[in-house]
């Protein structure tokens, strides 16, 4: 998952109608994961007869009253340079469509704990809790005083939760930026404790570091509905400042099971204080790479998945404007590339039960500019990243969706992707066509739903997470 806007047997197959607009292509070599190439399972080819595909139950029968996740990142820091607020969840309508937020990030500090106050780069609790909102801005409309423990992102997700009684919010550690410390931190059994024991402390504890009167203890209890481990990544290289090494991959398994009893421990005392009848069960997933060589560093699939109730798959940068070859950046099918077929199929090869697996989708594009070689220009050498608001060669969909609408660009979609070209300029993303196509193939693979990066991409009215909602209930 991506950060830098602050400073992946074979597959059973899909349904006759998606297969006739989507088929595998010939596309560029990898170079956004390297690492040795695996086997693709391969893509249903049209016509194929359909095969039944097990629901989550284990039969065959139609299972469309299934609940799909729909889990949207929402980016601590896109208050500011985008102006995205959790008020924005709700008037865009998205937040009545989502059945988690992972909130992104929490960081890890060099002493093996998680920490939320600190220099800006590597903490933000005026972000997370301290900032005053006004009642404009606020999603019950209600501006915070002076005198209140919570404030910032945190309340305003406790007054959306409100709002919406059955989505919950989840604290993501780590990220592309803030994975640095994950190695060291999870060495031992006793190291693994205490940085498990200090993220449960600070996010479903809710003790918060005090800071005049935000904060304090049980300041942002009950905020919280479980954890999102996104360490990029175990065992392989993510990030320049990233270490990794071997033995990531067994301590990884060993931190997912930590996180998974010191949850539920922590649930049982909690229902024993409250008297509850039941104990809560708090939700334990994470993001997980596309590239076969980074599953295989990092992850015991059969393991892990035992404790996780999903993991959200690496459904995008199989290919980024960083490269000097125009590529696709999220096709559903692609033959000896990356896709989404691939990484659903090596993941489900490699042991992880199908509705455990939930599907990235990009909820932005990746672009080229000086694009030469003519065609429709996929494959074809470009100069450098193409120019964007925010970051170059990385452009939010609400954006691309204005200049797909301008008739300057030529839509193409094939393969379970889209692309704009005007000639000199290509972007690669997904739109809500592309979505649909996608909602098919999780509902035939009974996969586990969606998530997005990052719903700050989307527009003001929520476009896309309402397409994939629209997909994922069709019957």
Request: net charge positive; charged share 25%; hydrophobic share 35%.
């Amino acid at each position: 998952m991506r950060r830098k806007t602050l400073v992946r047997t074979a597959v059973g197959v899909s349904s006759l109608a998606l297969l006739a607009t989507i088929a595998p292509a010939a596309t560029a070599d990898v170079s956004a994961e390297p690492g040795p190439r695996a086997t693709r399972p391969a893509a249903p080819a049209p016509g194929a007869t359909q095969a039944a595909v097990p629901d989550r139950n284990g039969d065959d029968d139609d299972d469309d009253k299934r609940s799909y996740k729909r889990v949207g990142y929402f980016s601590q820091w896109g208050i500011y340079g985008r102006d995205y607020h959790v008020k924005n969840l709700d008037t865009s309508g998205q937040a009545a469509k989502l059945t988690h937020i992972n909130y992104a990030f929490g960081n890890v500090s060099a002493e093996g704990k998680c920490f939320i106050t600190g220099p800006l780069g590597e903490a933000d609790s005026w972000a997370d809790y301290v900032r005053p909102v006004d009642a404009a801005g606020s999603v019950d409309g209600v501006g915070d005083t002076a005198d209140q423990k919570l404030a910032g992102n945190f309340n305003q997700l406790r007054e959306l939760k409100a709002k919406n009684p059955n989505l919950k919010v989840l604290i993501s550690l780590g990220g592309w930026s803030w994975s640095t410390h994950f190695s060291d931190a999870v060495l031992t059994e006793a190291k693994r404790k205490a940085l498990v024991s200090s993220c449960i402390d600070i996010y479903i504890k809710g003790n918060l570091p005090a800071d005049g009167a935000r904060g304090g203890q049980g300041a942002a209890a009950g905020l919280f509905d479980g954890i999102d481990v996104d360490w990029e990544w175990p065992g392989s290289s993510g990030e320049a400042d990233t270490p990794y090494r071997p033995e990531d991959k067994k301590n990884f398994t060993a931190l997912i099971r930590e996180f998974r009893v010191q949850l539920d421990a922590y649930a049982k005392s909690e229902a024993r204080r409250t008297g509850a009848k039941k104990a809560k069960h708090y939700d334990l997933s994470a993001f997980v790479p596309t590239a076969p060589a980074k599953i295989d560093a990092g992850f015991e699939v059969r393991k892990i998945m035992k404790d996780f109730d999903w993991v959200n798959l690496q459904g995008y940068d199989f290919h980024v404007s960083g490269e000097k070859t125009t590529a696709q950046q999220s096709a559903l099918y692609a033959k000896n590339d990356f896709s989404v077929h691939q990484t659903v199929g090596d993941w489900l090869k490699r042991g992880a039960p199908a509705h455990k697996l939930v599907v990235g989708m990009p909820f932005y594009g990746q672009g080229w500019t000086g694009v030469t070689g003519g065609g429709d220009g996929m494959g074809q050498p470009a100069e450098r990243p193409a120019p964007a608001i925010h970051q170059p060669g990385f452009e939010d969909y609400k954006v691309l969706k204005g200049l797909a609408d301008s008739g300057k660009y030529k839509i193409h979609r094939k393969y379970g992707q889209a692309w704009l070209f005007d000639g000199k300029t290509l972007w690669t993303y997904d739109d809500p066509k592309v979505l649909n196509a996608k909602t098919s193939y999780i509902r035939d693979l009974g996969l586990g739903g969606a998530m997005f990066w990052s719903l700050d991409g989307d527009t003001a009215d929520g476009q896309l997470v309402k397409a994939v909602d629209r997909g994922l209930k069709r019957r």
